[in-house]
Structures are given as C-alpha cells and as structure tokens.
C-alpha cells in the first residue's frame, strides 16, 4: 500500500461519515435523498477530488514550467452533480419542488471535494451548518408566520382602534360596521398579535376575540 492510498483511503472514510450526517438530517425530516444517496455522492466527490491531486503530484515533474492541473477533474464533479440535482427538481402547475434537494446534493459534493482536498475542518464546518438550517428554517417559518383572528368592539370605540391598527405592521379587513357594532379580521404573527391586543387593553377598548381556524 503506497502513501497515496492510505491517504485516500482515510478522505473516503471521513467524506462518507460527513455524507451520511447530512443524508441522515434529511432522512429524519422525510426528505429525499437519504443516507445512502449523500454518502456516495460525498464519498464519489472526496475519491475524485484526492485522485486528481495525488495524480497530479504523481506525474508532476520538479522545476517544469508546466504542470499538471488537478482541479480540471473537480470542475468536472460539479458539472456531473449538476445532472444530478436538476433531475430531482419537479415543476408543478402551481409549485417547484426538490431546490433544496438539488442544492443539499451540491452541497454534499463540495463537502466532498473540500475533504479529498484535505480540507477537514471547512468540510466539518459546512455539515454543521447543514445540519442547522431546518431547525433555523422552522424557527423562522414560526416567527413569520401571520395567524387570522377576529375583533369585535363597540362602535363608540372604532377610531381608537383604527388608529392603533394603522400604526402596526399588519392586515385588518372591516367585515362588520353598525350602529352598535364593529368587526374586523386581522392577519398578524403572533408577536404583533400580542402586541395589539396590549395596546387595546391599555386603552381600555373593550373587546372580544375570536380565533379563525
């Protein structure tokens, strides 16, 4: 066994545990490409990658003007990952799906070439923020997600709440405007929900509330 393959050997060992990480995140979520589907794409990357370069180093003579150009076979990876992720992406009549499929898999063979390039730390650094982004997705998805529900207060008081609502981020139709009665359909998140129903309370605006399902 030369030092070129032990070498190699140990890049595809840790390019398949850093595919499997990121194939297992998708599987978790029920995703697809899986386990199995990251590891090869990132194990074929990392071997790709480590023999352009010991090929290059093998064949490379000292204090030529000319040498060999081991990243025209990592342009080519990409390339071949190209073909790959533009088949999982499904057009609709009303919505694409797979992006974050394709883009999962080039990712995974960056991570590939970064580790056959002996790149261990960035290659570990980019799983790790892989591995977050659907956590940080569904914090953000929460944070942004704007809820329906209804007001319902006396007429006396229907400026008061106009000027409050004009004054916050968010939508509100009138659905009802009587002699006794005003009602309104507001879409907010629930932060700003909070905060209206506050500032109704502060000015002592009586109300009812009702939750739209």
């Known amino acids: 066994m030369t030092p070129y393959d032990l070498d190699l050997l140990v890049k595809i060992l840790i390019a398949a545990v850093m595919g499997a990480l990121i194939g297992y995140e998708r599987q978790r979520y029920q995703k697809p490409a899986g386990v199995r ?13 480590g023999l352009s370069i010991d090929i290059a180093a093998m064949h490379a003579v000292q204090d030529a003007l000319i040498r060999p150009d081991p990243t025209r076979l990592m342009a080519q ?5 190209g073909f790959i ?8 009549s009303d919505r694409i799906s ?13 991570v590939g070439i970064a580790v056959g390039s002996g790149f ?12 977050l982004t659907h956590p940080i997705s569904k914090i953000k998805h929460r944070s942004t997600k704007r809820a329906a529900f ?12 106009l000027n409050v609502m004009e004054a916050m981020p968010l939508e509100y139709r ?4 009587s002699v006794t009665k005003c009602e309104l359909r507001v879409f907010a998140t629930g932060n700003i929900k909070q905060e209206l129903l506050k500032k109704l309370g502060v000015k ?10």
């Open 37 to 49: 589907t990251q590891m090869l794409i990132c194990v074929g990357s990392a071997l790709l990658a």
């Open 77 to 81: 990876i990409i390339a071949g990952i």
């Open 85 to 92: 992720g533009a088949g999982v992406i499904l057009k609709g």
């Open 98 to 110: 797979g992006v974050t499929t394709a883009a999962t898999i080039w990712l995974t063979a960056a």
């Open 120 to 131: 261990y730390i960035v290659a570990a650094g980019c799983v790790g923020i892989t591995l």
């Open 150 to 161: 209804i007001i319902k207060a006396p007429r006396e008081h229907w400026l008061k709440i």
């Open 174 to 177: 009138v659905t009802k405007l």
């Open 204 to 213: 002592r605006i009586p109300f009812e509330l009702s939750e739209m399902l």
